[in-house]
């Protein structure tokens, strides 16, 4: 009966619509009520990548771009993009023991001590070898964690994060642990652990991931139907709360007190831990597959046609929990991210009633984000279109609880891109904020970052903290993150999305109709990083 109630609402929004012949923003606001009241409703049990709830909103998205003139952009003439995937999750609780020299074991305690890794490629991953702490576990310039350290045919422990000294948006890069396994496997290292510091617990209680243990990751897969996994990466084998590395770093040269202490100064000492590590975590493996949702507006210019900027929102959120809270299992993901597609369809619409952009803009409506940025890598790297992608906006998880009178957009001051987002910014009267929480890692988390991963200029905006953003935005990540309050009974202002939705409107303009190709400033971290790449 719920969804049947909230048809009846979508249908009166939508005619009201219609009806309408008041100014743009208000009807904007209603398609954007409308758009949101679907997605986060409890049919669709959380869009899930993979789940029934999941294909229902694609095809909704779909038809919302068909409707508007929005042309199919999958190679197949359709909207939809197949996505191969293979699912992983916890089978059960693993085992973790320390194992002193003379032969005394200590067992971890489960959802306390630890919480079990998964391996996609493997459905048991059993190692009995010595740890080697490598503090942060970051390789940059002429730093160099694994220095006079050997972590061959062992266990690499890290630390959570990276320094405080880094810049914001390269420490996210290096604290990102797809990074830390990637240098933990070029050293030899066979497993990898990651360490809690107080900090990290205060921001995300290890009870809070403690719920979630056994939700499904997801990875896409290969022709060969191998999960795809980045080249030399090492089996993460499970993370460590505060009270477990208490017990991991018993006897160690150097106490953990000393060593939180140290790592907030950004070099805490590194050394052989002198016990072995008995560990056992087993993998529950599925196949399964998904969509990603694809439309495509033409470029008007006979040779800037030829370029394509990507919008881009991830359309999946995490599902139903095991556990409820309050009574409710279902995680609507209302904000997160039902609002950024609202927003990128009301931006798609906007371009049909408008004089038609001299570059190609592709919507898209990607899956698997919450799974680590499945989809979003799968299309880069399997692309629907042959025109090669200049740009990427991308639209995740705004607050649109107040109104915003400034955003913080990663990326923009790598490439041109930046000039683009303030004059956008400018006209609207909304001014460009820094990073406001470098300790989130924020810049590695969200779909943008797989095509800075391929080479292409890219920013991702969010919501800013003037005008009441910062009570609002960490409220948000403090009681409905990832939790089934993040749903329709929140204070939503429709019309700050209406807002959102201009101001992104305003963004790809600039960059669509620029005489200039957007490129990434000479000297530029991730520039250089990722297009030097072989």
Same mark, same amino acid.
Request: hydrophobic share 45%.
């Given at each position: 009966?719920?969804?049947?109630?909230?048809?009846?609402?979508?249908?009166?929004?939508?005619?009201?619509?219609?009806?309408?012949?008041?100014?743009?923003?208000?009807?904007?606001?209603?398609?954007?009520?409308?758009?949101?009241?679907?997605?986060?409703?409890?049919?669709?049990?959380?869009?899930? &990548?993979?789940?029934?709830?999941?294909? @229902?909103?694609?095809?909704?998205?779909?038809?919302?771009?068909?409707?508007?003139?929005?042309?199919?952009?999958?190679?197949?003439?359709?909207?939809?993009?197949?996505?191969?995937?293979?699912? =992983?999750?916890?089978?059960?609780?693993?085992?973790?023991?320390?194992?002193?020299?003379?032969?005394?074991?200590?067992?971890?305690?489960?959802?306390?001590?630890?919480?079990?890794?998964?391996?996609?490629? &493997?459905?048991?991953?059993?190692?009995?070898?010595?740890?080697?702490?490598?503090?942060?576990?970051?390789?940059?310039?002429?730093?160099?964690?694994?220095?006079?350290?050997?972590?061959?045919?062992?266990?690499?422990?890290?630390?959570?994060?990276?320094?405080?000294?880094?810049?914001?948006?390269?420490?996210?890069?290096?604290?990102?642990?797809?990074?830390?396994?990637?240098?933990?496997?070029?050293?030899?290292?066979?497993?990898?652990?990651?360490?809690?510091?107080?900090?990290?617990?205060?921001?995300?209680?290890?009870?809070?991931?403690?719920?979630?243990?056994?939700?499904?990751?997801?990875?896409?897969?290969?022709?060969?139907?191998?999960?795809?996994?980045?080249? +030399?990466?090492?089996?993460?084998?499970?993370?460590?709360?505060?009270?477990?590395? &208490?017990?991991?770093?018993?006897?160690?040269?150097?106490?953990?007190?000393? @060593?939180?202490?140290?790592?907030?100064?950004?070099?805490?000492?590194? =050394?052989?831990?002198?016990?072995?590590?008995?560990?056992?975590?087993?993998?529950?493996?599925?196949?399964?597959?998904?969509?990603?949702?694809?439309?495509?507006?033409?470029? &008007?210019?006979?040779?800037?046609?030829?370029?394509?900027?990507?919008?881009?929102?991830?359309?999946?959120? @995490?599902?139903?929990?095991?556990?409820?809270?309050?009574?409710?299992?279902?995680?609507?993901?209302?904000?997160?991210?039902?609002?950024?597609?609202?927003?990128?369809?009301?931006?798609?619409?906007?371009?049909? +009633?408008?004089?038609?952009?001299?570059?190609?803009?592709?919507?898209?409506?990607?899956?698997?984000?919450?799974?680590?940025?499945?989809?979003?890598?799968?299309?880069?790297?399997?692309?629907?279109?042959?025109?090669?992608?200049?740009?990427?906006?991308?639209?995740?998880?705004?607050?649109?609880?107040?109104?915003?009178?400034?955003?913080?957009?990663?990326?923009?001051?790598?490439?041109?891109?930046?000039?683009?987002?303030?004059?956008?910014?400018?006209?609207?009267?909304?001014?460009?904020?820094?990073?406001?929480?470098?300790?989130?890692?924020?810049?590695?988390?969200?779909?943008?970052?797989?095509?800075?991963?391929?080479?292409?200029?890219?920013?991702?905006?969010?919501?800013?903290?003037?005008?009441?953003?910062?009570?609002?935005?960490?409220?948000?990540?403090?009681?409905?993150?990832?939790?089934?309050?993040?749903?329709?009974?929140?204070?939503?202002?429709?019309?700050?999305?209406?807002?959102?939705?201009?101001?992104?409107?305003?963004?790809?303009?600039?960059?669509?109709?620029?005489?200039?190709?957007?490129?990434?400033?000479?000297?530029?971290?991730?520039?250089?990083?990722?297009?030097?790449?072989?």
């Amino acid at each position: 009966m719920k969804f049947l109630s909230v048809v009846a609402g979508v249908s009166a929004a939508v005619l009201a619509t219609s009806a309408a012949s008041g100014a743009e923003p208000d009807r904007s606001t209603d398609r954007i009520k409308a758009h949101v009241a679907f997605l986060a409703d409890d049919l669709m049990q959380g869009r899930e &990548a993979g789940s029934v709830g999941h294909a @229902i909103a694609a095809n909704y998205v779909a038809s919302q771009l068909a409707q508007m003139g929005v042309k199919p952009g999958a190679a197949d003439g359709s909207y939809f993009q197949s996505v191969p995937m293979s699912g =992983f999750r916890s089978a059960d609780q693993g085992r973790f023991s320390i194992v002193a020299k003379g032969g005394q074991t200590t067992p971890l305690v489960f959802g306390e001590d630890y919480l079990p890794g998964r391996n996609p490629l &493997a459905a048991t991953t059993a190692l009995n070898t010595q740890m080697v702490f490598v503090g942060y576990g970051v390789v940059a310039g002429k730093r160099d964690d694994y220095a006079r350290l050997d972590v061959r045919g062992k266990i690499v422990v890290a630390l959570a994060g990276a320094p405080k000294t880094f810049q914001t948006e390269e420490r996210a890069y290096y604290a990102n642990r797809r990074t830390k396994r990637a240098e933990a496997a070029r050293r030899g290292a066979v497993g990898f652990i990651s360490v809690n510091a107080p900090s990290d617990e205060a921001r995300q209680p290890f009870a809070n991931s403690a719920r979630q243990w056994q939700s499904w990751g997801m990875s896409w897969r290969e022709p060969s139907g191998t999960p795809f996994a980045p080249a +030399g990466t090492t089996p993460e084998l499970g993370s460590i709360s505060v009270k477990g590395a &208490a017990k991991l770093f018993d006897g160690a040269p150097k106490p953990l007190a000393e @060593i939180y202490a140290a790592a907030e100064t950004g070099a805490p000492p590194r =050394f052989a831990l002198p016990h072995r590590l008995d560990v056992a975590i087993n993998t529950e493996l599925k196949s399964l597959d998904s969509v990603n949702v694809v439309g495509v507006i033409e470029g &008007a210019d006979p040779v800037l046609k030829n370029e394509v900027i990507v919008l881009s929102a991830h359309l999946d959120h @995490i599902g139903v929990s095991a556990n409820p809270v309050k009574g409710d299992a279902i995680n609507n993901g209302a904000l997160d991210n039902a609002g950024g597609v609202a927003t990128t369809l009301e931006v798609a619409r906007a371009f049909v +009633g408008a004089q038609a952009p001299k570059r190609t803009l592709l919507f898209l409506l990607n899956t698997a984000e919450e799974k680590g940025l499945v989809g979003s890598e799968y299309f880069a790297l399997n692309p629907t279109t042959r025109l090669p992608i200049v740009a990427n906006v991308n639209l995740d998880m705004p607050i649109l609880t107040y109104d915003f009178i400034d955003v913080v957009a990663f990326g923009a001051e790598r490439s041109s891109l930046g000039a683009a987002v303030s004059r956008a910014g400018a006209r609207m009267g909304v001014k460009l904020s820094p990073d406001p929480l470098p300790d989130e890692g924020l810049f590695t988390r969200s779909d943008h970052f797989r095509f800075v991963e391929a080479g292409v200029p890219s920013v991702f905006l969010m919501t800013g903290f003037e005008n009441g953003g910062q009570a609002a935005f960490t409220g948000f990540l403090r009681d409905n993150y990832h939790k089934p309050s993040d749903d329709l009974a929140l204070p939503i202002d429709y019309a700050v999305g209406a807002k959102f939705a201009r101001l992104n409107y305003e963004i790809v303009r600039e960059i669509a109709d620029a005489d200039q190709k957007p490129a990434w400033n000479k000297g530029d971290f991730f520039g250089e990083l990722f297009t030097r790449r072989p």
